[in-house]
């Protein structure tokens, strides 16, 4: 699911995570 993987990157951060997240909660 995203809930688990998004909790995974907040902890461990990286360019590409942040910037599919970014795209993500621009889309919501």
């Known amino acids: 699911m995203i ?3 998004l909790i ?3 902890k ?3 360019s590409k995570d942040l910037a599919i997240i970014s795209i993500i909660d621009g889309s919501s």
């Open 3 to 5: 809930a688990p993987k």
């Open 8 to 10: 995974s990157l907040l």
């Open 12 to 14: 461990n951060p990286s």
